[in-house]
């Protein structure tokens, strides 16, 4: 079974910072698309930001300019920085790693992120 292992959410005000963390298995690391997706109560999940292991970035409109997604080879661990951020940013966050050909592919557990007005 693939782990992947997140950190780094928690409570922030408005306007605030947090950065979240994924490690992944070498062998996932550098050859599956990484990315982060998020969902709030009573919404569906929802794609943040892909980094795919040769290529562009992609982020959901409404995040664009705020939150930065990045990789450290040397740790195998991927980043969500996320700034300037608002209530409606609120929503348990999931790491994921996929193929090209996957729809799914591999989740970490979660980590909750709440942004207070």
């Known amino acids: 079974q693939v782990q992947l292992v997140e950190s780094g959410g928690g409570l922030a005000q408005a306007g605030g910072s947090l950065r979240l963390s994924c490690t992944a298995p070498r062998n996932i690391f550098f050859f599956y698309i990484m990315g982060w997706y998020r969902q709030a109560p009573g919404k569906q999940r929802e794609l943040v930001a892909t980094l795919p292991p040769a290529g562009t970035t992609n982020y959901l409109d409404s995040v664009k300019g705020r939150f930065t997604i990045s990789r450290d080879n040397a740790k195998n661990t991927i980043y969500l920085q996320m700034n300037s951020l608002k209530p409606d940013d609120s929503a348990v966050y999931y790491c994921?790693?996929?193929?090209?050909?996957?729809?799914?592919?591999?989740w970490g557990q979660g980590t909750e992120v709440t942004v207070s007005s």
């Open positions: 994921n790693a996929r193929t090209v050909s996957q729809t799914q592919g591999y």
